[in-house]
């Protein structure tokens, strides 16, 4: 079991220069104006667990760029960052499950990640969830808590 555990770290470990190497090739890309080139290299990384990578793809899909807008494809890439952790994922899907974009909407679910958004230093996120408590219900609110305190990131 612990020699199964050590490859697959060792492994995580000596893919990670690769990683790196894929999101500034996206960046590279992305910053040409070469879009598919941007996805590409994006989705290599993302493929590989990068949260960061998978938040700029669904970037991408949101706006657009290099591929057919898709604001459900973009979701679900907002999504797997917000299941690792990363804050931009959980503000973004946060956003989106409040207004129904993409997603159906789900207002107790999208309070839930931008306050782990929030939670993570995100100011934009705490504003936001602050607006959708407006037109939540006591119980709805106490709901969004309980998964708030409950959540845990994923493994990747």
Do not use: C
């Amino acid at each position: 079991m612990w020699r199964l555990l050590f490859l697959a770290v060792a492994a995580w470990l000596m893919a990670s220069p690769v990683i790196a190497s894929d999101l500034a090739d996206g960046l590279q890309a992305y910053d040409g104006g070469d879009y598919v080139g941007a996805r590409e290299a994006w989705e290599r990384a993302a493929a590989a667990g990068n949260p960061l990578a998978m938040t700029s793809l669904a970037n991408l899909h949101m706006q657009g760029l290099g591929v057919p807008r898709d604001p459900t494809r973009a979701a679900g890439w907002y999504r797997r960052a917000a299941e690792l952790g990363n804050a931009v994922g959980q503000l973004n899907i946060g956003d989106l499950l409040s207004r129904g974009v993409g997603v159906p909407r789900d207002r107790i679910k999208g309070y839930m990640w931008l306050g782990l958004a929030a939670a993570q230093g995100r100011t934009w996120a705490a504003d936001r969830q602050k607006e959708i408590a407006a037109s939540m219900s006591a119980s709805e609110i106490a709901e969004a808590e309980k998964r708030l305190q409950a959540w845990q990131p994923t493994g990747g």
